[in-house]
């Protein structure tokens, strides 16, 4: 890129861009405030002086932007402020940390510490550990959340500026981005930034379909600003009326919410309904905010009738996240579903900004927030040890997007839950001794088992017995990662000691059957028994599940390796005792990708990298260039291709392709027409290979609806099959759900 601007022309700039970053900020600075932020610019112009960004800029440009992010939309402090312009002088100049103590004081020293580790973490080219460093990178949140949030603003500006990236850099960067740093965004409550993230984050992974929504946003735009003229027009008098200072503005979906609605309900671009919400803000005292929601609600649905099962009142219990606001959707102008959300302007500085603006409205006497209950179960959960970190980012990652739920304790109080909650999440939220004696509980008075899914709402109170211990089988069911990273660690520890008994049993029997248990034998046994280490040899022998009479076949096998040949091959088809009973035979070879149910015949093809055979653990990784590629389990990259591109993994089961079918549903609506359904059964029944296992037909005025679920070998036949029916006349759509 061409960069040609003399350096006086550049110093202006320099100086226009730092007056730029107090102009906002000027109200609540006060003098001494400004001397400071003064003297930490100086010194970070002086110590990137002759640096220079990938696009010829100087790179002070970058510290300023981002400390101009910090200020304006995180809304943080002199000290954060300062931080961020001096976020790269140790990484990249000369300066020392101590340089930095002396000279702004050891708070500062410190964020910009965390900064530099960080900054080290992601400079880190072995991708392998990828997962670790985003471990450690979770971990400051424990020190400073500052940190964090600084760092959020400095990887938003890097997105906003990474055209000049060669192409692989943009894509890992980008995909991290989506991977980790848009999540911890939208935990903070940095919804601006984390939409912005998010939509950045695609256009550099998915450019095609990023431009794509992007041009039918910008296409469709006009109509929607006279749509919400229309809507406001209709209740500007009353709210005047009633003294309302306000302001209604449009709020546009992010692309990247569009999209992932789009994949997620299978809909196209048009059938979104929710494209935009209406959004309502009014100025209003503090100890009136709420009545005054609820007074324009009132309004709002005088004129609009208002859908009963879409009423979301944010405003009586905020999201963990300190989100304040009340949601409703109204049939507006022009018959269509319309979202309004009604706030005041304090509410709307929190929903856009987060984390620091929640603190500004805080009052110190006020209880603990819940933004700050959720800092501190983190920083539990982050101080129990896990040695997997892979498991424990994605793990994390689990409670970073959910949506909530809140559930009554017995003595009436509050508390926020991830949706798909279980009771026994619930006890593990309560105290971890709780979780780990979780007998069941009683929802609103009834019985239900520990994995009964909790509702809004649900008073739950958790029944305990001393001798429960965890299961390997809860970690089938619980949502949070309090929960998981608890009984893991139990399980961790209970299989160890089940290990060492059944270490001794097992030297018990092998010397009563004169076999010295060693190095060799341990290993002999290990593979005689398709097992994968020692542990899991002595934890079968401690637990039972491998029996003396299999023992005993070892050693039958050990002593007539003539016999063992015959055994072993016979031993092929007939699954032994210790194995799954799902194992997979020879004649599963071929490969279904998706989740359960919902699994898919896609084209796809091996990894040269770990070279998978029929049988492996496997699973599906979609590349930019070459498709579906198919990795084994443990294959070396595996860990680095889910840690920075997760949402690009797809879940492979191995099938019998000789037998397989495939259960979807359909859902096929139209106008009621006399020979309808004998049409529809027939064009399916014509198709070979089609079969039909139900089909619900409801007609209420005149308009048709069918579901039905059908059995099929492939895609190209479904494909086919929705074709033809589409051409029965009356039929207007036909759409493939994903349950019935
Ligand atoms: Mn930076």
Redesign the pocket.
């Known amino acids: 890129m061409a960069y040609n601007v003399s350096v006086e022309e550049e110093n202006k700039e320099i100086a226009k861009r730092y007056k730029d970053l107090l102009k906002g900020t000027y109200k609540s600075l006060t003098t001494d405030n400004k001397k400071d932020i003064r003297r930490a610019f100086d010194f970070a112009v002086e110590a990137h002086s002759g640096q220079r960004r990938r696009t010829g800029e100087p790179y002070i440009y970058?510290?300023i932007a981002?400390a101009k992010i910090v200020a304006y939309e995180i809304g943080l402090g002199t000290k954060s402020i300062i931080a961020a312009l001096l976020?790269?002088v140790v990484e990249d100049t000369h300066h020392t940390l101590d340089d930095i103590e002396q000279e702004f004081g050891e708070t500062i020293a410190r964020i910009v510490n965390g900064l530099t580790k960080i900054?080290r973490l992601s400079k880190d080219q072995d991708a392998s550990i990828q997962a670790e460093n985003f471990r450690k990178m979770i971990l400051t949140l424990n020190d400073d959340v500052r940190v964090i949030l600084i760092k959020l603003a400095?990887r938003l500006?890097?997105m906003q500026t990474m055209d000049a990236m060669p192409d692989h850099k943009q894509l890992k960067i980008a995909s991290e981005t989506l991977y980790i740093y848009a999540p911890l965004a939208h935990r903070l409550g940095l919804y601006n930034i984390k939409n912005e993230l998010e939509d950045l984050g695609l256009k550099y992974t998915e450019p095609e379909v990023f431009n794509d929504i992007f041009g039918k946003i910008k296409n469709s735009k006009e109509g929607q600003e006279k749509y919400i003229l229309s809507f406001s027009n209709v209740i500007k008098e009353t709210l005047t009326k009633e003294n309302f200072k306000y302001k209604i503005k449009g709020r546009t979906k992010s692309i990247y919410s569009i999209r992932k609605k789009m994949r997620v309900q299978d809909v196209t671009y048009d059938e979104i309904y929710d494209k935009f919400a209406i959004r309502i803000v009014y100025k209003s005292e503090p100890s009136q905010e709420k009545f005054d929601a609820w007074k324009i609600y009132s309004i709002v649905t005088d004129h609009f009738q208002p859908n009963p099962t879409r009423l979301r009142d944010w405003i009586t219990q905020p999201k963990t996240t300190g989100y304040e606001s009340l949601h409703i959707t109204v049939m507006g102008p022009l018959g269509h579903w319309v979202e309004v959300q009604i706030r005041s302007e304090r509410m709307d500085e929190i929903a856009e900004k987060g984390y620091a603006a929640h603190y500004k409205y805080k009052h110190s006497k006020e209880k603990e927030s819940s933004l700050d209950t959720w800092l501190n179960r983190l920083r539990e959960t982050l101080e129990s040890p896990d040695v997997n970190a892979f498991d424990f980012v994605e793990d994390f990652k689990l409670n970073l997007y959910s949506d909530e739920i809140f559930i009554f304790t017995p003595k009436g109080e509050l508390k926020a839950m991830p949706t798909d909650a279980t009771a026994l999440d619930f006890a593990f939220s309560i105290h971890t001794e709780i979780g780990m004696k979780c007998r069941g509980a009683k929802v609103n008075n009834k019985l239900c088992p520990i994995n009964h899914v909790l509702k809004s709402g649900d008073q739950v109170e958790i029944i305990t017995a001393t001798e429960q211990t965890p299961k390997l089988r809860w970690l089938d069911f619980v949502v949070t990662s309090r929960a998981r990273t608890r009984i893991k660690a139990a399980l961790k520890d209970e299989q160890k000691e089940i290990a060492n008994e059944g270490k001794e049993i097992l030297t018990r029997k092998m010397r009563s059957m004169k076999i010295k248990l060693n190095k060799a034998t341990i290993n002999e046994m290990v593979s005689f028994f398709k097992l994968k280490t020692s542990l899991d040899l002595f934890y079968r022998v401690g637990n039972g599940s491998l029996e003396s009479s299999q023992l005993k076949d070892f050693t039958i096998q050990r002593r007539n390796a003539f016999l063992s040949f015959f055994k072993k091959r016979m031993k092929r088809n007939t699954p032994s005792p210790t194995l799954h009973k799902n194992e997979i035979n020879d004649n599963f070879d071929m490969l279904v990708f998706g989740q359960e149910e919902e699994e898919e015949q896609l084209d796809y093809s091996y990894a040269k990298c770990c070279n998978p055979i029929p049988g492996d653990n496997v699973f599906g990784f979609l590349t930019i260039n070459e498709g579906l590629k198919v990795h084994k389990k443990d294959c070396p990259n595996a860990v680095s291709l889910q840690a920075n591109y997760a949402y690009r993994i797809m879940k492979a089961t191995w099938i019998d392709s000789s037998q397989q079918n495939f259960n979807v549903f359909l859902k096929v609506s139209g106008t009621d027409d006399f020979g309808l359904v004998s049409q529809l059964t027939r064009v399916i029944s014509n198709n070979m290979h089609v079969n039909i296992h139900n089909l619900n037909i409801s007609s209420v005025d005149g308009l048709f609806e069918g579901q039905m679920t059908i059995s099929i070998k492939n895609n190209k036949q479904l494909q086919k099959l929705t074709d033809n029916i589409k051409k029965i006349k009356g039929i207007n759509k036909v759409e493939r759900i994903h349950k019935q």
């Open positions: 970058h510290p981002v976020h790269d900054s400095d500006h890097n």
